[in-house]
């Protein structure tokens, strides 16, 4: 009998070693990962670089308070607001950490608690992210939710704006929403959003946890788009697997975030930014950016083939690498037998396969990828030729 509570349905695989874009399991069968521990291990397992500059720090030094300077967190803040001008950073641990950070500093800045979130969106598990959360089953059976939140259909800028009252302080929403299905904000509502924060002088919270960390082909997802964030909010890929979140927020916001009103007792220790600095130094590079725009046109390529070739295919969706395969079917099935195979990857909702594979993928490892989804979705759908 498991001592673990019972909240995730895991498969029974062991892994005990994770080697670029594969992991090991105690059978010694290598599985190809295009998932990356759901958007985390962007530079691949064991990245050389990382796993040397996590020795040396190990061995110096792990954690001392924030109580006093931890030069690291200065760099990697620089690296970080390259792309995020006059920004100021507050690390924490978690996604749904950064993004209860980005509630308090903006009802504290604003002096107003209604925030409008999206239908199908999702910011964390605890009671302010899970509030700022559009999808009520993640609210069932927690009895009351932080008040302040409301959510309107994405991409729909009319509901959008009759949503706003004086009261409104924040807007905050994914780029792709990521949990909800790989859902794509449109340029045009992106455009409004823009011209009604102005308008309105609210601010804007984009939560990048996800999308964020060159996933979608540029540092930030946002960067892609006519939205303009107050704050943004990262984790998952920033430290590539060691436990880090981060807020960055314009300096106008300092005021808000003074002495004492914010704090982490972990947030930001010396191998959460070893790993951190390690990796965003990699990532966010033109050169290594491009990259991932290039592989992830390259895949989208070989998805649309599969899409003309097996009816089971509804709509290809994303950007980068970070891509949603809606299907006619509940996946579950599919995933389990792309597993068996040798490829892992994830389900954004019961027919959408979730594709996030580490941004470091070759083409060959595509190709191979390519080839298991070929097998599986040749069983599950006739040709569309003998359809016809
Ligand atoms: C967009 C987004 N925000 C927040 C979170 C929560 O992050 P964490 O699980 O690190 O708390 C997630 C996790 O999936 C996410 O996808």
Redesign the pocket.
């Known amino acids: 009998m498991s001592n673990l509570f019972p909240t995730y349905q895991r498969k029974d695989i062991h892994f005990v070693k994770g080697n670029g874009s594969y992991l090991i399991d105690d059978q010694n069968k290598h599985y190809l990962d295009f998932l990356s521990g759901?958007?985390v291990c962007n530079l691949g397992h064991c990245h050389p670089k990382i796993v040397s500059a996590l020795h040396n720090q190990i061995e110096s030094l792990w954690h001392v308070s924030n109580l006093f300077t931890i030069k690291k967190q200065e760099e990697v803040a620089k690296i970080l607001c390259k792309s995020f001008e006059n920004g100021l950073a507050f690390f924490c641990?978690?996604?749904?950490?950064?993004?209860e950070a980005a509630i308090k500093l903006a009802r504290k800045y604003t002096g107003k608690s209604h925030i409008i979130s999206f239908k199908q969106?999702?910011?964390?598990?605890?009671f302010g992210?899970m509030a700022a959360t559009g999808q009520s089953k993640i609210h069932e059976g927690y009895g009351e939710m932080l008040n302040g939140f409301s959510y309107v259909q994405f991409n729909d800028l009319e509901e959008l704006q009759a949503e706003i009252t004086e009261n409104t302080g924040a807007i905050i929403l994914?780029v792709i929403?990521?949990?909800g299905g790989v859902i794509v904000g449109e340029e045009g509502f992106f455009e409004g959003i823009t011209a009604l924060c102005e308008k309105y002088e609210l601010l804007l919270i984009v939560?990048?946890?996800?999308?964020g960390i060159g996933r979608t082909g540029t540092m930030f997802a946002y960067e892609q788009t006519p939205l303009k964030p107050d704050i943004i909010?990262l984790?998952?890929g920033l430290g590539n697997g060691i436990?880090v979140?981060a807020l960055i927020g314009d300096k106008k916001l300092a005021s808000a975030f003074s002495y004492g009103s914010h704090g982490s007792t972990f947030g930001g220790n010396y191998l959460a930014m070893t790993s951190a600095y390690e990796t965003v130094n990699i990532i966010n590079q033109k050169e290594f950016l491009a990259t991932v725009k290039e592989k992830g046109d390259y895949l989208k390529n070989k998805l649309t083939e599969i899409k003309e070739q097996f009816p089971i295919v509804e709509e290809l969706r994303g950007k980068g690498l970070m891509i949603g395969i809606e299907c006619n079917q509940n996946v579950s099935l599919l995933v389990d037998q792309l597993l068996a195979k040798g490829l892992i990857v994830g389900t954004a909702g019961p027919n959408t396969l979730r594709l996030l594979p580490p941004l470091t993928i070759s083409h060959e490892e595509i190709d191979e990828a390519v080839y298991y989804m070929k097998e599986v979705m040749a069983q599950f759908s006739l040709n569309k030729e003998q359809v016809i």
Do not use: C, W
Request: proline share 3%; aromatic share 4%.
């Open positions: 759901i958007a641990n978690s996604g749904t950490e950064a993004n969106s999702f910011h964390g598990r605890t992210s994914e929403q990521g949990e939560d990048e946890v996800q999308t909010t984790a998952k436990p979140g």
